[in-house]
């Protein structure tokens, strides 16, 4: 979201995409999305502290948000706002989280879903304003296809990630199965 700022000279569109920051960073009285993931950790088993030195983060995943980050830094704004329409279906998808979740995972503590309830009014809110910025920056046909150009390669950031997780934790295959078969992560290497 910040790289989205710094590349957007519009003060109108940079006054309503600085409110994604502040929900995930938190101000006033809100702790924040950060501080509610945290809590969602907390309450499925993980420590504070296991999640923020990102000891359990896959080469595979890091790999996938990095190349994201990267993009939003890069693209123009209206391209990485435009990747951010992968949230089109987000608040069903967190609705659902909320509907289903605390049959199947009853151990969880209940506030733990806080982060959840707290993004389904936020997806709505983010999804209206990127849906704006896309339909009034992308009106002809060729940039239409580069929109959707770019939305596949988001579903690819989110295909990569899902499939280094499925090989880890449903297939029980290490990252690199080929090397080792001990834990391994990288950490701190920029390239």
Not at 52 to 67: C, E, I, N, S
Not at 78 to 91: D, I, K, R, V
Request: proline share 5%; charged share 25%; with cysteine.
């Amino acid at each position: 979201d910040a790289a989205i700022l710094a590349n957007c000279p519009d003060p109108q569109v940079r006054r309503h995409w600085v409110q994604r920051i502040l929900d995930h960073d938190g101000h006033g009285d809100d702790a924040g999305g950060i501080e509610a993931w945290l809590a969602l950790a907390e309450a499925v088993g993980l420590s504070r502290e296991e999640v923020t030195d990102q000891r359990h983060v896959l080469p595979g995943v890091r790999f996938a948000v990095d190349a994201y980050v990267r993009f939003a830094r890069t693209a123009s704004w209206q391209e990485a706002a435009c990747s951010s329409l992968t949230e089109l279906f987000a608040p069903h998808i967190h609705q659902s989280r909320l509907d289903s979740w605390p049959q199947h995972y009853p151990w969880i503590d209940p506030t733990g879903y806080d982060y959840f309830r707290k993004r389904l009014k936020e997806a709505r809110r983010d999804v209206e304003h990127g849906l704006r910025i896309t339909l009034h920056h992308y009106t002809t046909w060729e940039a239409q296809q580069r929109m959707l150009e770019i939305l596949q390669f988001k579903l690819d950031v989110l295909w990569s990630m899902l499939d280094a997780m499925t090989m880890a934790y449903e297939l029980d295959r290490p990252p690199y199965h080929t090397v080792t078969c001990e834990r391994v992560w990288h950490k701190g290497i920029s390239i």
